[in-house]
């Protein structure tokens, strides 16, 4: 057993440590993110996005447009459209902002918009677009 005394205005103190445990289980780290219309499913067509700030920073909205996303060619029996969720190994963030758009009668954008209203929001988003542009070999462009 470790001892360690330490001296603490005068007294002294006697603290014992516990014996450190090594795991021998393979450390699993899991960065995957992906973009999802129906929980499960994951969206492979990768969207442009857009990013707004307001100038104190404590607010801001992501749009992401899907021309012709791969869930339009699905069948119905995957289940309906309920919103856009972005999951990666600290959860899923959501938004049920999303509109289709059609060309001809038949279904060929979709566009979601999230909005985040602090600096907590703003930060987690972006940590999710860090992984998913990683998995997707996507880069940033600022603005032109």
Same mark, same amino acid.
């Given at each position: 057993?470790?001892?360690?005394?330490?001296?603490?205005?005068?007294?002294?103190?006697?603290?014992?440590?516990?014996?450190?445990?090594?795991?021998?289980?393979?450390?699993? +780290?899991?960065?995957?993110?992906?973009?999802?219309?129906?929980?499960?499913?994951?969206? =492979?067509? %990768?969207? $442009?996005? !857009? /990013?707004?700030?307001?100038?104190?920073?404590?607010?801001?909205?992501?749009?992401?447009?899907?021309?012709?996303?791969?869930?339009?060619?699905?069948?119905?029996?995957?289940?309906?459209?309920?919103?856009?969720?972005?999951?990666?190994?600290?959860? +899923?963030?959501?938004?049920?902002?999303?509109?289709?758009?059609?060309?001809?009668?038949? =279904?060929? %954008?979709? $566009?979601? !918009? /999230?909005?985040?209203?602090?600096?907590?929001?703003?930060?987690?988003?972006?940590?999710?677009?860090?992984?998913?542009?990683?998995?997707?070999?996507?880069?940033?462009?600022?603005?032109?």
């Amino acid at each position: 057993m470790n001892v360690r005394s330490t001296s603490l205005a005068g007294a002294s103190r006697v603290a014992a440590r516990a014996p450190v445990s090594i795991s021998r289980r393979p450390l699993v +780290v899991c960065n995957a993110a992906s973009l999802q219309f129906i929980r499960g499913v994951d969206e =492979p067509t %990768v969207p $442009e996005v !857009r /990013l707004t700030r307001s100038r104190t920073g404590t607010s801001g909205a992501a749009s992401f447009v899907f021309d012709n996303p791969s869930i339009f060619q699905a069948s119905g029996d995957m289940g309906e459209i309920t919103g856009l969720f972005m999951v990666d190994d600290e959860g +899923v963030l959501t938004t049920t902002d999303v509109k289709a758009k059609f060309v001809n009668g038949k =279904p060929q %954008v979709i $566009e979601a !918009r /999230l909005q985040m209203r602090s600096q907590f929001e703003w930060d987690r988003f972006i940590r999710f677009m860090d992984r998913y542009a990683e998995a997707n070999g996507l880069g940033f462009e600022g603005k032109q």
